[in-house]
């Protein structure tokens, strides 16, 4: 994670963005593209990657919030990846149920249909992964945001504190372990 001068640069950009600064654009694009794409890796299907990959989820993503940032209120740095993090997985889940719509031009045998998923739905299972992206939602904004960028994007604790306008590491790792027993008890056995 980047310095609090550059974290507060974040709100700067996204301000000169809305005015339209082109400038300002390409810098904000530069600082999440490499976050994004690597919280994105993995993601999509190999089943829905004929059309896209990771990289188009990313950009479609990208420019999705560009688009939409008068909707985007800004709360705290944490808020905006969150914001982007929501973004990617509303593209992957379209790509999802774009790749089941579309119609291959030719007959593929069960033996050599790709059935493949994710690598992310590989390690804990699709209904598994439904069920913490719902549970997630339950969560207050500032936990759910809290757990994405501790767990998500592996951030230290510093930085969630830096990101989420904390005082200290310490009341980061408190507030995602306030929400941990409310994502345990919604998941279950999982």
Do not use: C
Not at 49 to 75: H, I, K, M, N, S
Not at 116 to 144: F, H, K, N, T
Request: charged share 30%; glycine share 6%; no cysteine.
């Amino acid at each position: 994670m980047e310095s609090t001068r550059s974290l507060e640069t974040t709100m700067v950009l996204l301000d000169r963005i809305r005015v339209g600064d082109a400038v300002a654009r390409e810098k904000l694009l530069a600082r999440y593209l490499p976050i994004l794409r690597a919280w994105a890796h993995g993601r999509l299907p190999a089943n829905a990657r004929g059309l896209a990959d990771t990289d188009d989820v990313v950009q479609v993503t990208l420019l999705r919030a560009l688009r939409r940032l008068g909707e985007f209120e800004y709360r705290h740095e944490g808020a905006f990846l969150s914001y982007l993090r929501q973004g990617a997985l509303n593209t992957v889940r379209q790509e999802i149920r774009r790749a089941r719509r579309r119609p291959t031009g030719e007959l593929v045998e069960d033996e050599i249909a790709d059935d493949s998923v994710s690598v992310v739905e590989q390690a804990i299972g699709r209904e598994a992964l439904e069920r913490y992206e719902a549970e997630l939602m339950r969560l207050e904004p500032d936990q759910r945001e809290a757990v994405i960028l501790r767990f998500e994007f592996g951030l230290a604790w510093a930085e969630v504190a830096e990101a989420m306008g904390r005082p200290s590491p310490n009341a980061a790792r408190m507030l995602v372990v306030r929400a941990l027993p409310q994502l345990a008890q919604g998941l279950g056995d999982d």
